[in-house]
Each structure stands twice: as structure tokens, then as C-alpha cells.
């Protein structure tokens, strides 16, 4: 892969590591503690509030698994292996690079 490319795709992927950082800082309050005062609120609000913090909880988790695909392409960058898949050895398609800049296999290997 031309540098060019490589500083295109790096580019894209510090740009969405900064992204989802921000969102994360942000959002940390909605994952925490829910208070079950019955005298507040009722059982559904209970619910609907246990519910939303489950939601808040899961996409942290995608978060964080996103940013360690993430820091991992960018090691494969330094280390020359990055826009090849790493089941095949090929190179993976740029297109695919531009939909998902993190993708560790080709079209023909996520099938698999």
C-alpha cells in the first residue's frame, strides 16, 4: 500500500478513535448505578431506568472493542502489515478499508 493510502486510512482511524473517546467520556453517567427509590419512582420507571443502564453498559463494552480494533490496525501500520488480511495473507480492498478502516480480513475470508 502507497503511503499516501496509509496516511489516508491513519487518518480515518485516529479520527474515530478521538470520536468514540469523546463519546465515551460523555456518556459514562448513563452506565452507572441505578437507584432503586421506590418512593421516586415506580416499578416501570425502575425497569425503563434498569433497561437503559444494560443498554449504556453494552455499548461501552462495543465501544472499548472498537478502539482495540482500532489500536491494533494502527499497529499493523507500524509494523507493515496493515490492508492485509490475516487469515489469506491478500491484500484486503480498498473499499472495504474505506467502509471499515480497522477490517483485519478480506471479503472472501469473513465469509468463512
Avoid: P, W
Avoid at 437503559?52 to 507493515?80: N, V, Y
Avoid at 488480511?85 to 478502516?101: K, P, Q, V, W, Y
Wanted: hydrophobic share 30%.
Amino acid at each position: 500500500m502507497k503511503k499516501k493510502q496509509l496516511d489516508h486510512f491513519r487518518l480515518l482511524l485516529i479520527s474515530s478513535k478521538e470520536e468514540i473517546e469523546q463519546i465515551r467520556k460523555t456518556n459514562t453517567e448513563a452506565a452507572g448505578t441505578v437507584t432503586l427509590d421506590q418512593s421516586m419512582m415506580g416499578r416501570l420507571s425502575r425497569m425503563d431506568a434498569l433497561q437503559g443502564q444494560q443498554m449504556a453498559q453494552e455499548t461501552t463494552r462495543r465501544r472499548k472493542i472498537q478502539l482495540q480494533k482500532i489500536d491494533s490496525a494502527l499497529r499493523r501500520m507500524d509494523a507493515g502489515t496493515y490492508g492485509y488480511c490475516l487469515r489469506c495473507g491478500d491484500e484486503i480492498e480498498r473499499a472495504r478499508l474505506d467502509f471499515d478502516s480497522a477490517s483485519t480480513r478480506c471479503i472472501g475470508c469473513m465469509d468463512n
